[in-house]
């Protein structure tokens, strides 16, 4: 992995200036993905769910002057904190890889209104994405519908089989969410629905995909488990709180899961769970 080109796609995302090497961590890791990937000089990507733009940064240096990302993503552009996604999208576009970029945001995929010609782009990316989706059902009709626009499906997710004790609170932090989000009507969490890797090779095949690689590679260097197990003990309560028909049993296994979380984190050093990657035609 080339520093140098790590330092320039760095420079095209706005500052953290909490902590200036977040981004940079961030930014290895997607280079790690597009590596795998293979995505190449000139291609057009579609990338779904894009978020502030950290894999889209990445993408649009990647491919080149030659090249365009569109990216997708259901969320309002003033969505997220301490930098709005819209912020960090606009500090993107008005970077060196600016002019290959394209973002909608408020988009659903899903919508009648949404529609590429077929084979528009070479590839079609999901990253660390599919968490957000409020059902299994929605992400296979979503990876239905796409796979006319595009040749090769990149995907990638938090990988939830365990490697070592560390990554465990981050495991617990996730799983639940998963569980009282299935109570909630509608949500804007982080983590809405939490898909095994078994589970994503599934419903990309019910969707008509075919996987051709998959590998699972270490990102316990993300900060990304710390962020959602401080999220999860931080607001736990008060999403309970929303849902008020939770049968009493499983609230009474919740509040000991979320024991269980506050104990880990104090007595362990909290790593990120692997991420699982994989490309489909």
């Known amino acids: 992995m080339n520093t140098r080109n790590i330092e320039e796609i760095v420079k095209c ?10 981004q940079k ?23 779904i769910g894009c978020g502030q733009g950290d894999t889209t940064a990445v993408l649009a240096y990647i491919v080149g002057d030659e090249g365009y990302i569109h990216g997708i993503d259901i969320a309002s552009p003033d969505y997220g904190s301490p930098v709005t996604l819209g912020d960090s999208i606009n500090f ?5 890889v600016g002019n290959r970029i394209r973002v909608d945001f408020e988009t659903n995929v899903l919508s009648n209104e949404v529609e590429f010609p077929e084979k528009s782009f070479d590839y079609i ?5 599919s968490w957000y989706l409020k059902t299994p059902e929605e992400l296979h009709d979503i990876l239905k519908k796409i796979k006319k626009w ?9 990988d ?13 932090s996730v799983l639940i969410q998963a569980q009282y989000e299935c109570f909630k009507e509608s949500s804007l969490s982080n983590v809405r629905t939490l898909f095994t890797p078994k589970d994503l090779q599934n419903i990309a095949e019910r969707a008509g995909w075919q996987i051709t690689a998959e590998t699972t590679l270490d990102s316990s260097q993300l900060q990304d488990g710390k962020w959602e197990i401080e999220y999860t003990l931080a607001e736990y309560k008060k999403e309970l709180n929303l849902v008020d028909h939770l049968p009493s049993k499983f609230t009474a296994l919740l509040h000991s899961e979320i024991f269980l ?3 880990a984190r104090n007595h362990g050093n909290v790593k990120s769970m692997s991420t699982y990657t994989f490309l489909a035609k």
């Not at 961590?25 to 057009?44: C, P, Y």
């Not at 993107?92 to 060196?96: A, D, H, R, V």
């Not at 990316?125 to 994405?129: F, G």
């Not at 595009?150 to 938090?158: D, P, Q, R, T, V």
């Open 25 to 47: 961590v961030q930014t290895e890791h997607r280079m790690k993905l597009v590596d795998f990937w293979n995505i190449k000089a000139g291609s057009k990507v579609l990338e």
């Open 160 to 172: 939830t089989r365990i490697q070592t004790n560390d990554q465990l609170p981050h495991f617990l």
């Open 261 to 263: 979380l506050e104990s």
């Open 92 to 96: 993107l576009k008005n970077s060196q």
């Open 150 to 158: 595009g040749n090769i499906l990149c995907f990638a997710e938090w």
């Open 125 to 129: 990316v999901l990253s660390h994405c």
């Open 13 to 22: 995302m706005p500052p953290n200036e909490f902590d200036p090497t977040i």
